[in-house]
């Protein structure tokens, strides 16, 4: 099937810098990111993948509303079989839609709107039909130490620029918490060594995400770095044969050149025994979390507060919504007086600053990342840590 004027449509959305769906996001001004960019062409592409693999669709600017009806009724079908991953897709789907239609015309790439079932309608299906993206169904889980280094490793030894350029990425990614799409975009600049600092720009929502290191990660950047100009790319991949020989690939194919050599690699050492689950680059980012979040616990209660009033402090819309978070938790009290004395847990401040880590500044989000078998691991191992003990 031809994607060129699908495709076509998101590199003008990118181009031009739209503005997301949301009224708040419009009121805002709030652009796409690259990554939600990528992502909504990536589930197009999959849907129409599958229409043409099962039902031989070779044109989808003729499909029809209870085509895309169908498809939706067979992907819950094999979600209710077991495949619960497919709940991320369709989720996420009804978004990638309704934003492709919203800019397809003005792209100038088709002459109408295509035929999409209202983005309501769809999520009440999903509703209806009792399809839920859960922590506990997730198929990506967060990623062991022990297991990204193997992949790290395996990747490195294939001995290919491609292969080194994917573990940087990865590792990277398992330092930091910023995504393989921040990975690919940093320049040399955004590093500063001297204080430790990073700056993943056009992050996600579009948002710079400025964060201080760790020691591994201030060496694994210093290292990337040394000898390349302020300017420079941290991470390339240079095309090998034809006539791009020697250019540098795009982010968007650098982003999918990596992906399958790290699911080529995990794959591998899972046959052969060498990993205890499935690395991907999203797991990574999750195994940060957990490593994040658990050294934040050795902090007392005071110290975290601290350390969330000073980012509140350096950026007002994150200070807005640790008020909304709070303010919503004080709400499900009955009694004013008791929900005026309710403060942020040990746990609420760990997720929060964990959340700002990873550049989602949700709690809500934190549950995906911060799961329910994570804190049973440690109310079973480490109880003392949820404490507020000056003594850590």
């Not at 769906?21 to 909504?40: E, I, L, Q, R, V």
């Not at 007086?337 to 989000?365: G, Q, W, Y």
């Amino acid at each position: 099937m031809d994607f060129t004027k699908l495709d076509n449509v998101f590199k003008w959305m990118k181009a031009n810098k739209v503005t997301g769906m949301s009224k708040k996001k419009k009121d805002n001004g709030s652009g796409f990111s690259n990554g939600t960019n990528s992502k909504y062409k990536y589930e197009l592409h999959t849907m129409y993948n599958y229409m043409e693999n099962h039902w031989g669709v070779t044109d989808f600017a003729k499909l029809k509303q209870k085509d895309y009806f169908r498809y939706y009724d067979e992907r819950i079908k094999e979600y209710h079989e077991g495949n619960t991953s497919v709940a991320y897709h369709l989720r996420g789907l009804d978004d990638a839609m309704a934003a492709f239609n919203h800019y397809c015309v003005n792209a100038g790439e088709f002459q109408y709107k295509l035929k999409f079932p209202k983005k309501e309608k769809l999520s009440h299906l999903m509703d209806e039909m009792n399809v839920y993206r859960k922590a506990k169904d997730s198929s990506v889980m967060a990623a062991s130490r022990k297991d990204v280094v193997a992949v790290c490793t395996y990747l490195r030894e294939m001995k290919t620029q491609a292969g080194s350029v994917a573990a940087d990425a990865l590792w990277g990614e398992f330092l930091t918490g910023r995504r393989i799409n921040a990975q690919l975009r940093h320049k040399v600049g955004n590093f500063n060594e001297e204080e430790g600092s990073l700056t993943s720009c056009g992050d996600n929502g579009g948002k710079d995400n400025f964060g201080f290191l760790r020691s591994e990660a201030i060496e694994h950047y210093s290292k990337l770095c040394e000898g390349k100009r302020d300017g420079s790319p941290i991470l390339t991949i240079q095309y090998q044969l034809g006539t791009k020989a020697g250019q540098d690939k795009s982010i968007e194919k650098m982003r999918v050149h990596i992906s399958e050599l790290i699911k080529t690699a995990s794959d591998t050492l899972i046959e052969e025994g060498k990993l205890d689950n499935p690395v991907t680059s999203h797991s990574a980012r999750k195994g940060f979390a957990q490593e994040e979040a658990f050294h934040l616990l050795h902090k007392t209660k005071k110290e975290l507060e601290k350390e969330l009033d000073k980012i509140a402090g350096q950026d007002p819309k994150l200070k807005s919504k640790f008020n909304n978070v709070l303010k919503n938790i004080r709400d499900k009290f009955k009694n004013p007086k008791n929900a005026a004395k309710r403060e942020f847990t040990k746990k609420e401040l760990v997720s929060l600053l964990v959340s700002v880590s990873i550049s989602h500044s949700r709690i809500d989000v934190m549950r995906y990342y911060l799961t329910k078998e994570f804190w049973k691991g440690v109310e079973e191992n480490h109880r003392d840590l949820l404490k507020n003990n000056p003594n850590l």
